[in-house]
């Protein structure tokens, strides 16, 4: 990515932030203005306006969990549509001129496009696992310390409805933010480039199998490598020639027909589950595990780290592990679907773990 | 025959491991009556935030049992059963963030049965609660007004107060010991109050428990515990050096002092029996108590060390 892209990544990311501030000094200070205008006015007495009738999904809940879980969805209806939001510049910034541009090979513009947009969302997966280790540390550290703890486990409801309520809206929003943030994605790459991944042999040097030269002579030519591929909208095999400097050329092209986006997607959503969950089980350590709880919350938080830096360098991963956790982080053959059950199972007993342990009282 | 809010047995709660074992609750026993103000006294780290933690189901006993009106609250749903049933000021007056106002009406629709929003209004008005202040620029007096606003507001069988006057001003206090006698034990509601501000617990609470080191010294009926202790100047010879109505005895120049802690009348008839002349009798104020009580278990203490 270029330094004007990457300027523009960041800037992107960190102005609602930026707004957020603003519009909220803006505010405080209209409202002192307006304090200093009317003088001293008493403030209103404690009026409260009576709960709202329950939605279809809160009618099954009695008031005080209905109460509660709105809290916890308002929150995280914030912090989702902001993970939205990064997910969404993430994915769209390799749209932009100097991200389709930016290996400087001779391409056509859908496959430099669809490679380009492929790339960003492989390199989401490890943008995915901070979010989602953010998210849980958020989620879960104000239901298990100590202190601040104490307000919130005191009032009638069970230990284990605390943690699901919380646990639930934060996934869910996350999982909701990474769904919204790639169709949007999509969205924006059809409204900018139209259906690029139909148009990647076009303007490519193909001719039908038939009438390809032998391959023994093709093995002596200039023209190296030779790509078979099933073309859609042509009928029939084709053979690609991609010029006598052409193996990047080659090897993004394969990666772009190989890059399933369906399991790119899946991946994103099976890592941010890994990692939520696996922070999950970290934050409520209790007891004598309590001391080692930071140390291991910042190993993990490394380890995302390294696998996002191997996912911006490349093949720093072990591609058994990788294809094991169902990590799908660069453009390329797709592991199958079934190993997305294992970060999936995974989760889901890490997600129990943390429950069991986030019910234990003190000990 | 009496009914009891709070109820411990043998409690013990121990932090920690090996050599670095701490010993927060000792075997104790507490009987809380229902319709009492109970003040639980006791110095720093005597184990009374560690009770009451185990009482709000935060906490699990190492061994022994706790029980609030009957039922476990270590256990789910007996604890949310009795969570509906008690009010709580917790020691770190942590709350859900927000502003006062936000955080009333946060707590008023989990007591919908119970909650009145006249009390809250109220104690809001006695307490000059500021309501729409975000809660970190609150001070921690205003912090803990707002958490005593909640707890008292949602007019529980059982309002339970870790120190909760810190940070009050005089005023401030003053205005809560009236809503505390005034509108929660009017109620026949019970109030457990723990603190070491003893003048506080004096004006307000019937009953007493003190606590040191995780043990109960002791407990009982607030007038009770007056009329038992007594400090005594006598002078004579062939005073008793023990005798289990005698707590501490402090022998001076021309006089010994005993403080009595149980029967002080039988006590001064025995001594005068035996030919001693009793110079002074008084009653302890309720600091007084607590200090000699503290003492000699310190001392007791140091002696089997």
């Known amino acids: ?363 | 025959m009496t009914t009891f809010a709070l109820q411990t047995h043998s409690l013990v709660k121990t932090y920690g491991l090996g050599r670095k074992q701490i010993r927060a609750v000792d075997g104790l026993s507490l009987n809380v009556p229902e319709g009492s103000i109970y003040g639980l006294l006791g110095r720093n780290s005597a184990g009374k935030t560690t009770t009451i933690r185990m009482a709000m189901g935060l906490a699990r006993p190492t061994s022994g049992s706790i029980e609030v009106f009957g039922l476990n609250p270590a256990k789910d749903p007996e604890r949310v059963t009795v969570l509906q049933q008690v009010g709580y000021v917790p020691e770190g007056k942590a709350s859900a963030g927000g502003t006062a106002r936000k955080l009333l009406e946060l707590n008023r629709s989990f007591y919908p049965d119970t909650w009145s929003d006249d009390l809250a209004r109220k104690v809001v008005r006695r307490l000059e609660l500021p309501l729409d202040t975000p809660s970190i620029k609150l001070s921690l007096g205003n912090k803990t007004k707002a958490i005593l606003a909640c707890a008292i507001a949602q007019r529980s069988r059982l309002l339970i107060l870790d120190e909760p006057t810190t940070g009050l001003d005089p005023v401030a206090l003053d205005a809560l010991l009236r809503l505390l006698v005034e509108d929660c034990t009017a109620e026949g509601r019970t109030i457990f109050l723990s603190s070491h501000q003893l003048a506080e617990i004096e004006q307000i609470a019937d009953h007493i428990g003190i606590m040191d080191r995780g043990k109960i010294l002791l407990e009982g009926p607030l007038d009770d515990i007056r009329a038992n202790f007594r400090r005594l100047t006598v002078t004579g010879s062939a005073l008793p050096t023990s005798s289990p109505s005698i707590l501490s005895t402090k022998r001076e120049t021309h006089a010994t002092q005993y403080v009595i802690q149980r029967d002080p009348e039988a006590f001064t008839e025995d001594l005068i029996r035996n030919g001693a002349t009793i110079v002074d009798s008084s009653p302890l104020s309720l600091n007084e108590i607590f200090l000699e009580l503290c003492r000699t278990a310190e001392s007791r203490d140091e002696v089997l060390v």
């Not at chain 1, 279809?56 to 989702?80: D, E, H, K, M, P």
């Not at chain 1, 409204?191 to 139909?198: D, S």
């Not at chain 1, 007993?349 to 069991?356: E, G, R, V």
């Open chain 1, 1 to 363: 990515m270029s330094f004007s892209s990457q300027l523009i990544l960041v800037f992107a990311i960190f102005a609602p932030i930026f707004i957020f501030i603003i519009v909220s000094n803006l505010k405080v200070r209209r409202k002192n203005r307006q304090q200093e205008l009317e003088g001293d006015v008493p403030p209103p007495p404690f009026e409260p306006a009576s709960e709202p009738p329950p939605g279809i999904f809160l009618r099954r809940f009695n008031q005080a969990q209905r109460v509660y879980l709105r809290a916890q969805r308002a929150t995280a209806r914030f912090g989702g549509l902001y993970a939205a939001w990064i997910f969404f510049v993430l994915l769209s910034c390799g749209l932009l001129p100097q991200s389709v541009d930016r290996y400087g090979i001779d391409q056509s513009l859908p496959q430099r496009v669809w490679f380009s947009y492929l790339s960003d969302f492989a390199t989401v997966g490890g943008v995915c696992g901070i979010i989602a280790l953010v998210t849980s540390f958020i989620a879960l550290s104000n239901l298990v310390s100590i202190s601040s703890a104490s307000f919130i486990r005191t009032r009638p409801l069970t230990l284990r409805f605390l943690f699901w309520a919380r646990i639930g809206p934060a996934l869910a929003s996350l999982l909701a933010a990474l769904i919204i943030a790639a169709a949007c994605s999509f969205l924006l790459l059809l409204a900018l480039y139209g259906p690029v991944w139909k148009h990647l042999f076009e303007n490519s040097n193909s001719v039908p199998v038939a009438l390809a030269p032998p391959v023994q002579h093709i093995a002596h030519s200039n023209f190296a490598p030779v790509i078979l591929s099933t073309s859609v909208q042509h009928a029939g095999t084709k053979m690609v020639f991609l010029g006598s400097h052409g193996h990047i050329q080659a090897m993004h092209l394969v990666a772009s027909l190989q890059t399933s986006p369906l399991r790119l997607f899946l991946s994103g959503i099976t890592t941010t589950l890994l990692i939520f969950s696996i922070v999950a089980v970290l934050i409520t350590l209790r007891g004598h595990f309590q001391r080692i709880k930071l140390i291991t919350i910042m190993f993990v938080w490394c380890l995302v780290l390294f696998f996002e830096a191997s996912v911006m360098i490349g093949g720093l991963t072990s591609p058994r592990l990788a294809r094991t956790l169902f990590l799908y982080a660069s453009p390329g053959s797709p592991p199958p679907y079934a190993f997305a059950l294992i970060p999936l199972l995974l989760s889901i007993a890490f997600l129990c773990l943390a429950q069991f342990q986030a019910t234990r009282l003190e000990t």
